[in-house]
T-cell receptor, first 115, second 115 residues
C-alpha cells in the first residue's frame, strides 16, 4: 500500500506559466514533506520542504502548499522555465529516531517545460 | 566539498558474479542509505544505516548486503548478481536529526547491468 502517491506520471507546461505538481498521502503521522528534483543521469536534489504544522512554504519560484484535512500537498513553480524540466519526487518524513526515521517516497512526476 | 561520491558509475556484470558499490560522504552525516531506481518504481530503499557499525533492511534487501565500518563509507555488495538487479543505484546520507526535515543528499548514481 503506497503511503505517498503522485497520481500524475507526467506534466507538460509552457514556459512562463505555472506548474502544479500534486502529491497525496495516507499516514497522518508524517511530520515533514519534502520535494526533490531529479535530472537524467544525476541523483535527486532537495528542493523544498514543509512542516506538517504549516500550510505554505515559499522559496523563490517554488511554493509548497499543504492541506492536512485533505492529506494533499502541491508544489507550484512560477514562472516555469525550461531548466525546470525534470522528475519531481514527493517524500514524507516519519518522525522519531534511529530505525524509525524514514522517508517514504512517491513514484515521481516528470515535468516538461516547453519553450 | 564533494558531498556524496559513488564508485563505480557504470558496471556490467555476468549473472552469478559479485561486486561491491562504494559510497563515501564527507559531510559527517550519521545516516546513510542505498536506494535503487527502476522505471515506474520510483526510489526503493535497499538497506540503510543510522550510524557507524549499524545496518538495517529497507524495502527490497534480498540479494544485497551492506557494511558501515567507517562513518563516512557505506558499501553495498551483490553476492551473486541476477538480471533482476539491473538498475540504477543511489547512495544518500543525512544528519538524521530527531527533529526537522530529514534532508537526504544523494550521490550521482551507479548504473549496473547484469547480463
Amino acid at each position: 500500500d503506497q503511503q505517498v502517491k503522485q497520481n500524475s506520471p507526467s506534466l507538460s507546461v509552457q514556459e512562463g506559466r505555472i506548474s502544479i505538481l500534486n502529491c497525496d498521502y495516507t499516514n497522518s503521522m508524517f511530520d515533514y514533506f519534502l520535494w526533490y528534483k531529479k535530472y537524467p543521469a544525476e541523483g535527486p536534489t532537495f528542493l523544498i520542504s514543509i512542516s506538517s504544522i504549516k500550510d505554505k512554504n515559499e522559496d523563490g519560484r517554488f511554493t509548497v502548499f499543504l492541506n492536512k484535512s485533505a492529506k494533499h500537498l502541491s508544489l507550484h513553480i512560477v514562472p516555469s522555465q525550461p531548466g525546470d524540466s525534470a522528475v519531481y519526487f514527493c517524500a514524507a518524513n516519519l518522525p522519531g529516531g534511529g530505525n524509525n526515521r524514514k522517508l517514504i517516497w512517491g513514484l515521481g512526476t516528470s515535468l516538461a517545460v516547453n519553450p | 566539498n564533494a558531498g556524496v561520491t559513488q564508485t563505480p558509475k557504470f558496471r556490467v556484470l555476468k549473472t552469478g558474479q559479485s561486486m561491491t558499490l562504494l559510497c563515501a560522504q564527507d559531510m559527517n552525516h550519521e545516516y546513510m542509505y542505498w536506494y535503487r531506481q527502476d522505471p515506474g518504481m520510483g526510489l526503493r530503499l535497499i538497506h540503510y544505516s543510522v550510524g557507524e557499525g549499524t545496518t538495517a533492511k529497507g524495502e527490497v534487501p534480498d540479494g544485497y548486503n551492506v557494511s558501515r565500518l567507517k562513518k563516512q563509507n557505506f558499501l553495498l555488495g551483490l553476492e551473486s548478481a541476477a538480471p533482476s538487479q539491473t538498475s540504477v543505484y543511489f547512495c544518500a546520507s543525512s544528519y538524521g536529526r530527531l527533529s526537522g526535515a530529514n534532508v537526504l543528499t544523494f550521490g550521482a548514481g551507479s548504473r549496473l547491468t547484469v547480463l
